[in-house]
């Protein structure tokens, strides 16, 4: 255990039992999936068998979902079809405008000219329909669930099992944790809801409506890293902690934080690496 960690675990007596339910959520298509998600889930499964992940899946065929649905339950994890969720469907009639038709909406190429995350916000504009998935697995996941709910980019993986105790430091009763250090919004990699602290929900809820009221639509950003660091700002949010301490390489802050010696995020895997987010 780090220095950090043993001077936090000081300050912050253990309140959690010790059979507190914590979730872990993702999602990918079966091209994320062969590319980072069957890592994900797989290290994940095999560093941290006692909590839960779940998967939110999309797939071209039957064929494709049935190959996925078919390794991730031998992996032991759960899994849903994502694009069967109304709330996806509802926001692309929503948005449908400004969602680039390569994913299924109406706005014409010549709306995100250029391609890559350095076109700057336009990037972030152009592919917010993609990101929208977390909030539609956060919805879901969220419903009926009592304990500590994490969203987990599938370009992440597990290194260490991850003590409840580490989870627990992390939060020191506070309804989210997530990693901004010195960036300007933060890095969404990796966020936690613990859903049994006065607010929460509320915040979930203020996200979704984020969207669907089409409040981004005047903003330079249009992703879900600024719709939390928003929702975080508004009345009545819940006490927030921001668990990073310093930025790397290409806006890099899990290595910084008290999960940095447990999960990697293997950030730019689907853009800058490999070529599939343009």
Not at 194 to 206: H, W
């Amino acid at each position: 255990m780090r220095l950090r960690d043993r001077l936090g675990a000081r300050r912050h007596a253990a309140t959690w039992p010790a059979d507190r339910p914590v979730r872990f959520i993702t999602s990918f298509n079966e091209v994320f999936f062969d590319a980072s998600g069957r890592r994900c889930v797989e290290s994940f499964r095999a560093q941290n068998p006692g909590y839960e992940i779940r998967a939110y899946v999309e797939a071209d065929s039957g064929s494709a979902l049935e190959r996925i649905g078919s390794e991730l339950t031998q992996l032991g994890a759960r899994w849903s079809r994502l694009d069967r969720s109304p709330l996806l469907g509802e926001f692309l009639e929503v948005a449908r405008d400004v969602i680039p038709r390569e994913l299924g909406g109406d706005a014409p190429p010549e709306l995100f000219p250029g391609d890559g995350p350095e076109t700057g916000d336009l990037w972030f504009r152009k592919h917010m329909f993609r990101w929208f998935r977390k909030i539609v697995a956060l919805d879901d996941a969220a419903q009926g669930f009592e304990g500590v709910l994490f969203w987990m980019d599938c370009d992440c993986f597990s290194t260490r099992p991850l003590p409840l105790e580490v989870l627990e430091r992390a939060f020191r009763g506070a309804g989210v944790v997530h990693m901004k250090a010195r960036r300007s919004y933060s890095e969404t990699g990796v966020v936690g809801y613990d859903l049994a602290v006065p607010g929460v929900r509320s915040l979930l809820e203020a996200m979704k409506q984020h969207y669907l009221q089409r409040e981004f639509i005047s903003l330079p950003r249009w992703d879900d890293c600024i719709t939390l660091d928003l929702c975080l700002a508004r009345p009545g949010a819940p006490p927030a902690r921001d668990i990073a301490r310093r930025v790397s390489g290409h806006g890099d802050v899990l290595p910084s934080t008290p999960l940095g010696d447990y999960l990697t995020h293997d950030k730019g895997l689907h853009s800058r690496k490999l070529n599939l987010v343009r």
